[in-house]
């Protein structure tokens, strides 16, 4: 095995010098042909840009399509994509997407205004059940559409007056349209193709195959064999295809974050998604140059499930929250310069800081655990935690079961998940407690405090309060931003008080870059978009 403190590429290029030394690895081929290797921790949950829901889908379907704007990768501002320019009303109420002439489809067909509205539609029909749905909700009428209140879709807020001119016509002001239109969301989709492969609002069809998917973004997928690799090659039809320098980007899923990291150290990666927590400070003194941390708008968090006895009684999730010892996981479990997380929004998002209203207080969350009959821990039914399946989030699972088994004398199972089967698992609402987390989709704190309105796709909590909901949607009609964030302090006190979801850390992502990896930078959004990386051997 290659010694960690010695320059991979160095090696790799010294073994190839010698008669005997091994074959060519994957990185020093890619260099050559400017392929990309790249590992994205899980097996997609699917490659449609309306049903995706995770980080992991999204880094690789963002290159696959484009929307009306595009994340600039230095700091996710928003840039042209399909939508060559825009501009908005005096009242900020609505907006017209001026579309460029020479964007395309992948199979040669003319990227037009109908298909975004057609796109729209099929995000907001009921049958889909896009968990994202409700980020289409600032559009007039989406939010009657989506819950079955209004039938006629010509009354939602998109129109297209002709192939180039999109305008929408929102609810109320939302000075950030820009950056919240390059979400996959708001991705438009080839109705000829979805309607090929099933209905409208039909989930999981086989237009997402290879041979099948016709994608408007600056690769096409020549590749998908579960569970082995996702392969995406240069499209010859985007629009701005002279500044894509790659070639070829192969995403490799891969949950072990040991393995992967065994994977980069071999040569077999140029980028990870992860890293050990325990070869951090190894790659600290060693690689610096191969480590790169960088702070995330990201909440790691578990969810109860509410509607499950005794999670349903607000004292015992606060028993269960005021229990853990957060600044312990962080320094000796995680490992990655993390901060303890006391609310579901991170610090300084775009401004906006949360209250802190609780802390760890073991005292506290034993008298609670006794107010709700549990005294001691007796007669406490056994409850399971869920995880997807890494090390990282095993560890941190099994320092949750420690502390409550000493804190608060129950004890708490544990069982993983392959990613794809957990996401099913909490969408259909079969499980007790289970670890999640969340990265910002945009830089506002409406991106995290929205998560847990009622009816919202990816709340999955069971948890609903009117007073909450009430104050979110005051919200987002408010344009003074301290009064804005005056209610969004409301709602966030309010969460905390309720505990439906309980705050263990905030991220910072740790992973793995080789320096020839060019054009990738470390963003809040932890987005990479590939249309500006190459490769410098």
């Known amino acids: 095995m290659i010694p960690l403190r010695l320059p991979l590429l160095l090696v790799t290029a010294a073994l190839l010098l010698t008669g005997c030394g091994p074959r060519e690895t994957r990185v020093a081929a890619g260099n050559r042909t400017q392929t990309i290797h790249i590992g994205n921790m899980a097996e997609p949950t699917d490659l449609d840009p309306q049903i995706i829901n995770s980080l992991e889908d999204y880094k690789i379907v963002m290159n696959l399509m484009e929307g009306l704007t595009a994340c600039r990768p230095k700091d996710c501002q928003p840039v042209p994509g399909v939508a060559e320019r825009w501009e908005a009303s005096p009242d900020g109420l609505t907006w017209t997407f001026h579309l460029r002439a020479n964007a395309v489809w992948s199979n040669g067909d003319p990227v037009t205004a109908d298909d975004f509205v057609y796109a729209y539609r099929r995000m907001l029909s009921p049958g889909l059940a896009a968990e994202y749905a409700y980020m289409l909700f600032s559009l007039q009428g989406a939010r009657e559409f989506n819950t079955g209140k209004l039938a006629d879709f010509t009354q939602v807020g998109v129109k297209a007056p002709d192939a180039r001119t999109l305008v929408l016509s929102l609810a109320f002001p939302v000075p950030y349209l820009p950056s919240l239109v390059y979400h996959n969301a708001w991705y438009p989709v080839h109705r000829a193709t979805i309607e090929k492969f099933g209905k409208i609002d039909q989930r999981s069809t086989l237009w997402t195959r290879p041979g099948n998917y016709v994608g408007n973004g600056a690769f096409v997928l020549s590749a998908w064999e579960p569970n082995q690799i996702i392969r995406l090659t240069k499209s010859p039809t985007y629009w701005d295809r002279e500044a894509v320098r790659l070639q070829e980007a192969d995403f490799y899923p891969i949950e072990s974050s040991t393995t992967e990291e065994a994977a980069f150290r071999s040569g077999q990666l140029h980028a990870t998604a992860q890293i050990p927590s325990e070869k951090i400070e190894t790659y600290q003194k060693e690689h610096p140059d191969f480590l790169h941390q960088d702070t995330n708008l990201a909440t790691y968090f578990y969810r109860f499930n509410v509607t499950k006895p005794p999670l349903n009684d607000v004292r015992v999730r606060r028993a269960l929250s005021l229990a853990i010892d957060r600044q312990a996981i962080v320094e000796s479990v995680v490992k990655g310069g993390q901060l303890p997380a006391f609310h579901l929004t991170p610090p300084n998002t775009a401004g906006y800081t949360a209250n802190v209203t609780f802390h760890e207080d073991v005292a506290a969350a034993r008298q609670l655990l006794a107010e709700a009959g549990f005294k001691d821990g007796q007669g406490f039914p056994r409850l399971e935690i869920l995880y997807n399946t890494t090390e990282g989030h095993r560890l941190v699972a099994e320092s949750l079961q420690q502390m409550w088994r000493k804190n608060l004398g129950i004890d708490i199972g544990l069982y993983n998940q392959e990613a794809k089967v957990w996401n099913d698992t909490m969408r259909q609402g079969n499980y007790q407690i289970a670890r999640y987390g969340w990265v910002g989709d945009y830089l506002d704190p409406s991106t995290f405090l929205e998560l847990m309105t009622t009816g919202n796709g990816n709340n999955q909590t069971g948890w609903s309060n009117p007073e ?54 470390g963003n809040l959004l932890d987005l990479h978009p590939l249309k500006g990386v190459y490769l410098e051997p």
């Open 468 to 521: 909450y909901d009430r104050l979110i949607d005051q919200a987002r009609r408010t344009l003074d931003p301290a009064r804005r964030f005056a209610l969004y302090h409301q709602a966030e006190d309010l969460l905390m008080a309720e505990m439906p979801i309980m705050p263990i850390y905030f991220y910072v992502r740790n992973d793995l870059l080789l320096p020839c990896v060019k054009g990738w930078y």
